[in-house]
């Protein structure tokens, strides 16, 4: 609990370059103390968001990534609830699974083009052999953007001191488009990044979703 204690500030006397007696001391400025305290748990705050955000773009990426056209996309928005249901907890606002399903498809389905390329992506994993791969690569990535999108959106509302409840979708499109574009490149990063032959975890591993490793037959 931020306590109403105040910090003086002491700004020392400038000294003349002519060697005259040294200026008076300026006037003792009083810091407030719980201004400071509330300063690094605003900060504390954000960087367990933006870690919350960060794990919850690697889920996606993994989800994306599973050789499945049905799974992934309704995988990919229980992956973005879970991400909204943490950044609740995170900025102490309550939490609706239907309110935060209406405002997260609400979002995703205002970009037309993206929820097109998103289809199309899907059926492409059912080509056989190269299919799952092409695919399955452009899903993660855009499930990856999509979801650093919704991500940052909330966390904005939330720090401009609103909730769950009055979130306004029309309202802030605007800016999911805007960190929909910063998201493709954090997420192609992250995805390039796990394909790296000295990576020790790809995204389904870090997501918990790598398939079990087969037994070989005696």
């Known amino acids: ?33 719980s201004d400071l305290v509330d300063s690094l748990l605003v900060d504390d705050v954000r960087t367990k968001a933006q ?16 050789p499945a056209p ?7 928005l229980a992956v973005q609830l879970k991400m909204v249901h ?17 405002i997260v498809l609400s979002l995703v389905g205002s970009a037309i083009p993206v929820a097109a390329a998103s289809t199309v ?7 056989p052999g190269v299919g799952s791969l092409v695919g399955g690569a452009s899903l993660a990535v855009l499930g990856g953007a999509l979801t650093y999108a919704v991500g940052q959106v909330f966390v904005h509302h939330f720090e ?18 805007m960190e929909f574009l910063k998201g ?11 394909e790296r032959p000295d990576a020790h975890d790809s995204p389904a591993d870090r997501a918990g979703l790598a398939p079990e490793p087969k037994v070989a037959q005696a």
């Open 1 to 33: 609990m931020a306590s109403d204690a105040q910090v003086k500030v002491v700004v020392p006397p400038a000294i003349d370059a002519s060697g005259a007696e040294p200026l008076a001391y300026e006037e003792e400025t009083a810091v407030d103390e």
């Open 51 to 66: 870690s919350t955000i960060k794990t919850y773009v690697i889920a996606a990426l993994a989800v994306g990534m599973v």
């Open 70 to 76: 049905v799974f992934d996309l309704a995988a990919l």
């Open 86 to 102: 943490g950044l609740c907890g995170i900025y102490d606002k309550s939490f609706s699974k239907s309110s935060a399903s209406s």
């Open 121 to 127: 992506a899907s059926f492409v994993k059912l080509i």
């Open 160 to 177: 401009s001191g609103g909730a769950l409840l009055d979130f306004e979708p029309a309202r802030l499109r605007e800016r999911f488009r």
């Open 184 to 194: 493709k490149q954090v997420a192609q990063e992250a995805h390039d990044e796990s």
